[in-house]
């Protein structure tokens, strides 16, 4: 390998690159346990590609005699839409996905499918509950587990709001049909299964959740140097002054993403360690709001 070769892959992948295969290896398998031991046994049906990916194989087993895999229809969706989003989202995000729901393929065909208990209201919570871990872990690492993601986070980019709920209500539709073809009590456990997975999925996930920080400081130079070397947004400055001291001060105001507030606040109290800091939740971000784009 030449030295100019090194140099270009070092660029591209590193250390931290490492880390993040390494989490989206474990991720493919956590979820891959989850689906072969929780969700096929009890004949439950998951959120996006995977619950589409169940609801044609058992479609096709059970009324047209054709066993065509989960695996395979799995795979075959993601990638259609890998096809579609490719150019709207990064090359990195893309290839970890990819690697992804490639894994989660392969897994789930070696897996062997066992039940783990038969209570179904226990494999409906903890098989949410494993669900959602392995999509967190995946989507922290700026990576997701394909299909759906790929649309929702395509979405979350351009409108800036977070768009998990639309998908959870898109998984109605799923719902729906496998009550109308399998029966209303697993449509039923699904609704808990999947609400489980998508609420760790939103505790866990911070990138389209923002927050509003406040700070009064009296080195408002400082502070706004140190914002912008923490993240790369804008700060509006108004002057202030102390209702008991009548100090000049200056309130500054940004907003962020939930997931840069601590690494901001570290810098702040670096450049002034007496700053006076709110924090407050945003609901959404209208106008110029610089997104940190997928890799």
Known sequence: MTDSTKKQLDLHFGKHDGYTILCVIIASLVYSFGMNRFVKPANLFPGGYGGIARLLSQTLLQYFHINLSFSIIYFALNIVTVCIVWKHIGPKFMIYSGLFFTLSSVFTALIPVEPITADILLVSVFGGVISGISM??????????????????????????????????????????????????????????????????????????????????????????????????????????????????????????????????????????????????????????????LE
């Open 136 to 293: 967190g872990v995946v989507l922290r690492n700026n990576a997701s587990s394909g299909g759906t993601d790929f649309i929702a986070i395509w979405m979350s980019s351009k409108y800036n709001i977070p768009t998990w709920n639309y998908v959870m209500a898109g998984n109605a539709v799923i719902l729906v049909l496998a009550g109308l073809l399998f029966g209303w009590d697993k449509a039923l456990y699904s609704i808990i299964y999947q609400f489980v997975s998508t609420e760790i999925v939103n505790s866990m996930h911070q990138r389209y959740k923002y927050s509003r920080i406040e700070i009064v400081t009296s080195h408002p130079d400082e502070v706004c140097g140190a914002v912008f070397l923490a993240c790369n947004h804008g700060i509006t400055r108004m002057n202030a002054e102390g209702g008991f001291s009548h100090q000049e001060r200056t309130c500054l105001i940004l907003t962020v993403n939930t997931y840069q507030v601590n690494d901001v606040l570290r810098y702040i109290k670096a450049a002034d360690a007496r700053a006076f800091i709110t924090i407050s939740t945003v609901e959404r971000v209208i106008g110029n709001y610089h997104q940190t784009p």
